[in-house]
């Protein structure tokens, strides 16, 4: 049983063994000794056991204790078996393990009542050992200095366990004890976070919630628990599909701070900080479309139609049945995680003769923008480092019709580093300035490596 748990718990099948990250003894471990505190089948099993050895003890005249007590002829809190039999084996096992060194009934004692069921010598009621052996005066002046404190009652007496405070037996008490004595002890107590403070509280969950509120122009907010999130979730005035959208958004969001957590922790190639808000960008799109919120176009009409001035299209892919772009009277189109490449944005700017302001917010599948329009005044790529949009290639524009333009771009971090470990010279010097000069006629430029 032990084994299939293990399998279980280190996702093993047949034929196919992963690595375990951690010892098994160490998960098994207590949290306060630096495990997970599974614990073991074995504390379990004997935690189990004791649970009878305990009914036998407490006399609580059940059919256990009537059946052990004629058929082994034993006395009251006597543990020993006439014959062998399962009650011989289950206080051989007990004692085996009190030769290990755990005696796990040394725990379980009495507690005096009005005295009557209690052998005054012989059984272990007060202190931690019997009052029969030894010089009696000796004993009996011990005895006088033990029983100043003991004041009998009506109640009677009964076999109590001082592994809990309330003096109950209980299987998970002898489970800890055993687990604490056979398992590995960490000096370090295992740290546990709770869901409150990973989602909400921690820095990368405070960042990815501001990032999120810029993208979707709200006011940047944080949250200190998902109750406080949901209320203000309701309180925004917003379309009831579009706050699904945003609501899934988080969803993706916990889910990815998850997952980097865990493979910062497990996965030999570290993540990198800097592109979990590109994967959650991405994967919220993809969630959109499965979900049935993305939406392909694909009808003639569409792309050919002369009435449109102004367009703001998210979550959505362009397919134009005939391969080309009629939109003669649009001057301004706003794309919110669109699919599109360089080919596409081509149609769009020829098929647009009046188009003057473009705005591509996290689109994908471009790297590279070609501005053939001289009708485009103002350009806004943003929040697009996942479609990696190189700002080598960016030099390359055709721009001259700008008058503004805010572009993010994607800088690889592998690249733009020489061997030696030190940032490249030729990188800010030939391209960044490069760049400028292709756009030192526009008057409102704002760049940014997002």
Same mark, same amino acid.
């Given at each position: 049983?032990?084994?299939?748990?293990?399998?279980f718990?280190?996702?093993?099948?047949?034929?196919?063994?992963?690595?375990?990250?951690?010892?098994?003894?160490t998960v098994?471990?207590s949290?306060?000794?630096?495990?997970?505190g599974l614990?073991?089948?074995f504390?379990?099993?004997?935690?189990?056991?004791?649970?009878?050895?305990?009914?036998?003890l407490?006399?609580?005249?059940?059919?256990?204790y009537?059946?052990?007590?004629?058929?082994?002829?034993?006395?009251? =809190?006597?543990? !020993?078996? @006439?014959?062998?039999?399962? $009650?011989?084996s289950i206080?051989?096992?007990?004692?085996? #393990? %009190?030769?290990?060194?755990?005696?796990?009934f040394?725990h379980?004692k009495?507690?005096?009542?009005n005295?009557v069921?209690?052998r005054?010598w012989?059984d272990?009621?007060?202190g931690?050992?019997?009052?029969?052996?030894?010089?009696e005066?000796?004993?009996?002046?011990?005895l006088?200095?033990?029983l100043?404190?003991?004041?009998?009652?009506?109640?009677?007496?009964?076999?109590?366990?001082?592994?809990?405070?309330?003096g109950e037996f209980?299987v998970?008490?002898?489970?800890?004890?055993?687990?604490?004595?056979?398992?590995?002890?960490?000096?370090?107590?295992?740290?546990?976070?709770?869901?409150?403070?990973?989602?909400?509280?921690?820095?990368?969950?405070?960042?990815?919630?501001?990032?999120?509120?810029r993208?979707?122009?709200l006011?940047?907010? =944080?949250?200190? !628990?998902? @109750?406080?999130?949901?209320? $203000?979730?309701?309180?925004?005035?917003h379309?009831?599909? #579009? %706050?699904e959208?945003?609501?899934?958004?988080?969803y993706?969001t916990?889910?990815?701070?998850?997952?980097?957590?865990?493979?910062?922790?497990?996965?030999?190639?570290?993540?990198?900080?800097?592109?979990i808000?590109?994967?959650?960008?991405l994967r919220?799109?993809?969630?959109?479309?499965?979900?049935?919120?993305?939406f392909?176009?694909?009808?003639?009409i569409?792309f050919?139609?002369?009435?449109i001035?102004?367009?703001i299209?998210?979550f959505?892919?362009?397919?134009?049945?005939?391969?080309?772009?009629s939109?003669?009277?649009?001057?301004?189109?706003?794309?919110?995680?669109?699919?599109?490449d360089?080919d596409m944005?081509?149609?769009?700017?020829?098929?647009?003769?009046c188009?003057?302001s473009?705005?591509?917010?996290?689109?994908f599948?471009?790297?590279?923008?070609?501005v053939?329009?001289?009708?485009?005044?103002?350009?806004?790529?943003?929040?697009n480092?996942?479609? %990696?949009?190189v700002l080598?290639?960016?030099?390359f524009?055709?721009?001259?019709?700008?008058i503004?333009?805010v572009?993010?771009?994607?800088?690889?971090?592998?690249?733009?580093?020489?061997?030696?470990?030190?940032?490249?010279?030729?990188?800010?010097?030939?391209v960044f300035?490069?760049?400028?000069?292709?756009?030192?006629?526009?008057?409102?430029?704002?760049?940014?490596d997002y």
């Amino acid at each position: 049983m032990e084994n299939l748990r293990r399998n279980f718990f280190n996702g093993n099948q047949e034929g196919d063994r992963k690595i375990a990250w951690v010892k098994w003894h160490t998960v098994l471990a207590s949290k306060q000794y630096g495990g997970l505190g599974l614990s073991s089948f074995f504390a379990l099993n004997r935690g189990l056991l004791a649970k009878w050895v305990w009914r036998f003890l407490s006399q609580d005249n059940s059919l256990w204790y009537r059946v052990i007590s004629t058929i082994h002829v034993l006395g009251s =809190s006597t543990l !020993s078996a @006439a014959y062998p039999s399962i $009650w011989s084996s289950i206080i051989n096992e007990f004692d085996s #393990l %009190k030769d290990q060194g755990v005696d796990v009934f040394s725990h379980c004692k009495i507690r005096i009542g009005n005295g009557v069921r209690t052998r005054f010598w012989k059984d272990c009621w007060i202190g931690e050992s019997r009052l029969q052996g030894g010089a009696e005066a000796q004993q009996f002046n011990h005895l006088s200095t033990l029983l100043d404190p003991v004041i009998l009652s009506n109640s009677e007496d009964r076999c109590v366990c001082d592994l809990s405070g309330d003096g109950e037996f209980r299987v998970k008490d002898v489970r800890n004890l055993l687990d604490e004595f056979f398992l590995l002890k960490a000096d370090v107590p295992t740290r546990w976070e709770d869901m409150t403070h990973v989602f909400f509280n921690c820095t990368l969950a405070k960042d990815l919630t501001r990032l999120i509120c810029r993208w979707w122009n709200l006011e940047a907010h =944080s949250f200190s !628990s998902y @109750a406080e999130w949901l209320s $203000w979730l309701n309180s925004l005035r917003h379309e009831s599909k #579009l %706050k699904e959208i945003l609501e899934g958004v988080f969803y993706v969001t916990w889910w990815s701070v998850w997952n980097f957590r865990n493979h910062m922790l497990f996965a030999s190639n570290k993540p990198r900080k800097e592109t979990i808000f590109d994967d959650i960008v991405l994967r919220s799109f993809n969630w959109c479309v499965a979900r049935g919120q993305g939406f392909t176009f694909e009808n003639e009409i569409f792309f050919n139609t002369s009435c449109i001035t102004r367009m703001i299209l998210s979550f959505c892919r362009f397919n134009p049945p005939n391969g080309a772009i009629s939109w003669e009277r649009l001057k301004c189109l706003c794309l919110c995680c669109v699919t599109l490449d360089e080919d596409m944005i081509e149609k769009i700017l020829s098929g647009s003769p009046c188009l003057e302001s473009l705005e591509l917010n996290i689109c994908f599948g471009y790297r590279w923008i070609d501005v053939t329009s001289k009708s485009v005044k103002k350009l806004f790529s943003k929040y697009n480092s996942y479609s %990696k949009l190189v700002l080598r290639e960016l030099v390359f524009l055709d721009v001259s019709s700008l008058i503004k333009t805010v572009l993010d771009y994607y800088m690889d971090r592998e690249l733009d580093y020489s061997i030696d470990g030190r940032k490249s010279g030729i990188f800010d010097e030939e391209v960044f300035g490069g760049l400028l000069e292709s756009l030192g006629h526009v008057k409102d430029i704002t760049l940014g490596d997002y």
